[in-house]
Nanobody, 123 residues
Framework: QAQVVESGGGLVQEGGSLRLSCVAS????????MAWFRQAPGNEREGVAA???????AYADSVKGRFTISQDSAKNTLYLQMNSLKPEDSAMYYC?????????????????WGQGTQVTVSS
């Protein structure tokens, strides 16, 4: 059974940094893409950053230059390094994965989702 589990959220002051982690397991075909999404209360879930199996990345305009998505060499742990955090970055952050995915930032492109980890940025 494929699954992803996030960790690393928390409370940080504006301008601070956090690193989120996501461990993927049970993916048997060896080729999948992963991504980070976020959802604030009253808002739709939105794509933040994605990486495909060839390590090609994509970012939402709102986080370009501040967030970095990466994977470990075994490609089973996904990271999101978040720098220069702003109050508007506060949200529940979700890790997602998809077999043979294309590294999309679209919610509908992913079948496997974690439970989420809360990020709160205080001003």
């Amino acid at each position: 059974q494929a699954q992803v589990v996030e960790s690393g959220g928390g409370l940080v002051q504006e301008g601070g940094s956090l690193r989120l982690s996501c461990v993927a397991s049970g993916f048997t075909n060896g080729y999948y893409s992963m991504a980070w999404f976020r959802q604030a209360p009253g808002n739709e879930r939105e794509g933040v950053a994605a990486i495909d199996d060839d390590a090609i990345t994509a970012y939402a305009d709102s986080v370009k230059g501040r967030f970095t998505i990466s994977q470990d060499s075994a490609k089973n742990t996904l990271y999101l390094q978040m720098n220069s955090l702003k109050p508007e970055d506060s949200a529940m952050y979700y890790c997602a994965a998809e077999d043979y995915g294309l590294g999309s930032l679209l919610v509908d492109e992913y079948h496997y989702w974690g439970q989420g980890t809360q990020v709160t940025v205080s001003s």
